[in-house]
């Protein structure tokens, strides 16, 4: 069965979401790509014709739209009769996105955890602040909708899932740790929106730490990692969306986030914090003029999308699982690396949006053929990571697993080099 | 005879300028204060009132005005029978104020050059692009017009022309030295508006070189310093107001302006700087907001006034001639030291405030009683230093002079150490 798809958001993400649907789009149906900003959907468009990404001939279609108001965006979806709606706009349309397909019947995908624009760093677990609320209503109206499945969160809970169930027969602790080794050349940059990009780091960082939330200070813990390909590579603990989930889902005693910064993005980050320029409540200027000043940081820092072209160097995102097998302690790291400039000559964007837009369009794909159309919200390690990871590796994304000595991609669909006959595949609820 | 004072502002100069005006208000009439928000006059009032400052009886009142009207301050200097307006506003309103003086026939005097907000660093000499096209004027309507009578610009103007006219028969060089070695205990803070700080130092540096203009970098060129008090200081070419009429007053081949900054402060700058939140031109932000960047950085920097209670340490300002005098080279520092904690205890502010606002009063008892009251524009290095040096002396800012092994007060009319019988008065145009 085929389905339209309707993507909302024009940036960075968007942009790769687009050309991967184009790809794929023999297992698709119409693409459309939907923002407040026309012009940016269309420039999409052209990037996609311009790299031949289309499969086969298919409609490709842009729209201008202001996603927070719930009836034109179901509007959209009807008059698109778009089935799948990829939400890869800002983290503040969530709910409103979601609140449209669930009174359209559209299957929901995001990439992030829904924000509200006034609050920064909400009570653990964040999900249950906003999007489980709805779980009741989705469940009522059988809408597939799947949160945060993009790489971190996302293809990271599916790695936990599928290491939890392949490689031990208790688990520890998970440490997902997410480096950067890449290099933009310019003085200062956020690889995503700049606004959500701090807003992860100016507040509590929470983490799981024996089965409870523990609150830390930003760049309070440090940790150094001999990671694969990236090498030694400096991280911070730092809150993320996953925390919030798989805490509740994967009986996990300790779960924690590592994020690898440089010496020079702390200095900035720290200058601009404490100045206060990181604030999400407006201050008035001497003129009276009303400004929240992150968003004026924003608008001074270069557009991620911007850095593709010069960027080189690789990302690595991995989760590092500690436990045990056959009764012997035991340590695993899945992983997957990806190179900025590879990224950028198939799809014109970074590995940072190439990673997080690649898992959404694997996750459309599951739910057009019905592997992941669980009727139901789910965050990604409540569903079969097998299918997930296999696509991927097929789609530019390979996961790789490295323990014992050995270094090796992992495909869950051939054969696992590790899976034991007790091992069984965990199927979605 | 008497003379009512209008003090146009209400920031940290202002402050200390209505105390000083207060403190000496034997000789001067009744003492207006004037600014955008009424409240903050007020307050400088009550603060008068609760040191005790006025030394008699007398007139103080706050008003409300926008000074870049020039009708309206027209209004107030005439309803208030001002002889005197003493602008400590922002740089800004320097060429309205001056428009209401000339056509009102009141003296007028500033501590900062004319800036427009939407140009920075515009073609040397800065006077010449706004003030000096009202000189004729001046002459004209007989009034007269000190531009920049704080300490830097103003003092250190005329410690230039003592120092020539005292201490040389030909002089070289003169460099200006700006060290502030206090402690505010906040992370950052600008020791005045901040808009105005910052402007000073995001573009090209003027210096005067072998009697013609050169651009330099900011940070470009750095120089340490051995001065009293203060000690070791490291200080960077940074362009500044005297430079623009010194240069072209004084006959000095090379004239150069060093300021004191310490590694976080110029850290934070460059931070700054290099993101484009120092820029005085709008941005727009995602939100569709025209935002000036640099008045968000304003809005969310401590207010300098709001420093003084904590501040310690000491400030060094002075002007280091070199020259020769009876065919021997020689050198001679003429400076001032001032301390935050007691200008706080006398006047509630701190010592850059302070060293700004007690020059510009002791100009306006020099008006007002006939000896700088010369009836046209000058810079302060075009008049009679000795009387102003003397006067400052007895008002809370000593001046010192450092050569040949001596360290001594310079008190122009009581006996200068150094003053032999071919050494001549300059006196005001």
Known sequence: MKRNVLIIGAGGVAHVVAHKCAQNNVQLGDIHIASRTLSKCQAIIESVHEKGSLRKPGLLQAHQLDAMDVEATKFLIRATRSQIVINVGSPFLNMSVLQACIETGAAYMDTAIHEDPAKVCEAPPWYANYEWKR????????????????????VVNAYARYAIDSYFDSVDSIDIIDVNAGSHGRYFATNFDPEINFREFVSTVWSWENNSWKAN?????????????????????????ELHSMSQNLGVPNIRFWMGFGDHYINVFTVLKNLGLLSEQPVRTARGQEVVPLEVVKAVLPDPASLAPGYTGKTCIGDLVKGSKHGEPREVLIYNVCDHEESFAEVGSQAISY??????????????????DVGGMVN???????????????????????????????DPQQQVVERSSTDKVVNSR
Chains 1, 2 share one sequence.
Not at 400 to 410: E, F, L, M, T, W
């Open 135 to 154: 779980r009741q209503a989705c469940k009522e109206a059988r809408v597939t909708a799947v949160l945060g499945v993009g790489f971190d969160p996302g």
């Open 355 to 372: 990673t997080a837009g690649v898992p959404a369009v694997a996750a459309a794909l599951l739910i057009a053929n019905g592997t992941w």
């Open 380 to 410: 990604v390690e409540e569903l079969d990571p097998a299918p997930f990871i296999a696509l991927m590796n097929r789609m530019g994304l390979v996961t790789r697993a490295r323990h014992d000595g050995q270094d090796y991609v992992v």
């Open 217 to 241: 200070q930003m760049f309070e813990h440090r940790k150094e990692w001999d990671l694969p390909v990236t090498g030694k590579s400096t991280t911070y603990l730092t809150g993320h969306d």
